[in-house]
């Protein structure tokens, strides 16, 4: 069974930075995408960075210039780098893998469970 761990989240202070890390775990034989969404009480989960297998990016306008993705397909790794982080970034941090193949599945979606990143002003 394919499961996903994200790690690093935390109370930092405006202005500072946190790095994400995900891991996917389990038979795994490729993952199509993998992403970072982020989900705030009363609101949807939206999506805040995404990457491809060939490394292509795509960002929220509000973590632009100030998140960085970067994946490692040997270890099915994602991370979010978050410089310069303001109040309003304070959320559940959630990951998600897209398209992946593996003994039990085949171009299936997973999630992680989820972590918790507080900015205080």
């Known amino acids: 069974q394919v499961q996903l761990v994200e790690s690093g989240g935390g109370l930092v202070q405006a202005g500072g930075s946190l790095r994400l890390s995900c891991a996917a775990s389990g038979s795994i034989f490729s993952i199509s995408s993998m992403g970072w969404y982020r989900q705030t009480p009363g609101k949807q989960r939206a999506l805040v960075a995404l990457?491809?297998?060939?490394?292509?990016?795509n960002y929220a306008d509000s973590a632009k210039g100030r998140f960085v993705i970067a994946r490692d397909n040997a270890k099915n790794t994602v991370y979010l780098q978050m410089n310069s982080l303001k109040p309003e970034d304070t959320a559940v941090y959630y990951c998600?893998?897209?398209?992946?193949?593996?003994?039990?599945?085949?171009?299936?979606?997973?999630w992680g469970k989820g972590t918790l990143v507080t900015v205080s002003s």
């Open positions: 990457i491809t297998r060939g490394d292509n990016t």
């Open positions: 998600k893998a897209g398209g992946v193949v593996s003994k039990d599945s085949y171009g299936m979606d997973y």
